[in-house]
């Protein structure tokens, strides 16, 4: 039975590290094509809310760096020496909570767009933009460096400290999931409530009707997919962290954590989905750069097919 068990036991932990090499690598794929479309567009880079998709797809790249070390502790006993443990758990720390943030930060903006658009549009600028983002990264590498500190002071005690900071980590995972709920549920609101004013002050209410509806469904179904993605990826792994420090233990709880940690994985690919693809003009951008490079390849074949065949003309000639 013991034996059985140790088996499972282990079929689940391979299983999900390469789930989790095969979803860091696609979550890397995605966020370089997303850089890549921004860096083409000047567009997009103009628009002062896309900072914060920027800076979004940056922490998911760091994430994804930071769980390939996750995937490959999960199959190998490492024995960490003090600078590979310190780098390791203040990397991975400071990666999950600034994407956690970041995401907190878009949902923030939104709603401030959503909900007082004029002010909106009268005080968001690039100036505006950075200056949040410069909060951002000094709160988080502050939080950074108190993380090394603290684990470099108390680096005999690798358990509690480790135990200490992923508590903490997932406590502010669960403290942006309820944000996350209660701004998307506003927002849901709010666009209602402009939608049936809009409606109600408009003639032409045949077509202009159908557009409002496409919008509020629109913005219904991005909300909820966002809330969604978070409470299916995230919650799992909140749950079995708190159970892990729990006086009780429960059984069968190695697979849960294991099978947790692969589907808060996921969100790292169904994010940007959500935040990034679901723009239209995102879209068109990606779109005209595809096809630019296919334009590019197709010359190239153009240009060197006539050479092919010149050539294979002067060897009959000859």
């Not at 968001?124 to 090394?148: E, H, Q």
């Not at 709010?190 to 557009?211: A, D, H, Y």
Request: net charge positive.
């Amino acid at each position: 039975m013991l034996l059985r068990t140790t088996f499972c036991i282990m079929t689940v932990v391979y299983i999900t590290s390469i789930l989790d090499y095969v979803i860091a690598s696609a979550s890397s794929a995605v966020s370089l094509v997303i850089i890549a479309v921004f860096m083409y567009d000047k567009a997009l880079r103009q628009l002062p809310s896309n900072a914060f998709l920027i800076n979004f797809v940056v922490t998911n790249l760091l994430v994804a760096s930071a769980s390939f070390q996750i995937a490959s502790t999960k199959t190998s006993i490492i024995v960490e020496e003090k600078p590979i443990f310190l780098m390791n758990v203040s990397c991975f720390i400071v990666s999950v909570v600034s994407y956690t943030l970041s995401l907190s930060l878009i949902t923030l903006d939104r709603y401030w767009a959503i909900v007082k658009p004029f002010d909106y549009a009268t005080n968001m600028n690039w100036p505006t933009a950075k200056r949040i983002l410069y909060v951002f990264w000094f709160s988080v590498s502050v939080f950074g460096i108190v993380t090394l500190v603290v684990a470099s002071l108390l680096y005999d005690e690798r358990k509690l400290i480790s135990a200490i900071l992923v508590i903490l980590m997932y406590l502010i995972a669960l403290l942006c999931l309820f944000l996350l709920i209660f701004v998307n549920s506003i927002i849901i609101r709010e666009v209602r409530r402009q939608v049936n004013r809009l409606v109600f002050s408009s003639l032409e209410k045949s077509t202009v009707c159908l557009q409002l509806a496409r919008r509020e469904k629109r913005t219904t179904y991005l909300c909820f997919g966002v809330v969604a993605t978070f409470l299916f990826c995230w919650l799992p792994k909140c749950v079995c962290v708190i159970f892990v420090f729990a006086p009780l233990r429960f059984k069968n709880l190695n697979y849960l954590i294991h099978v947790s940690t692969t589907l808060y994985f996921m969100s790292l690919i169904i994010n940007p989905f959500w935040y990034i693809f679901w723009k239209a003009d995102f879209r068109q951008s990606l779109r005209r750069l595809l096809i630019r490079m296919l334009g590019c390849c197709g010359k190239r074949c153009c240009v060197t097919q006539p050479n092919n065949v010149m050539s294979m003309n002067d060897i009959s000639s000859k």
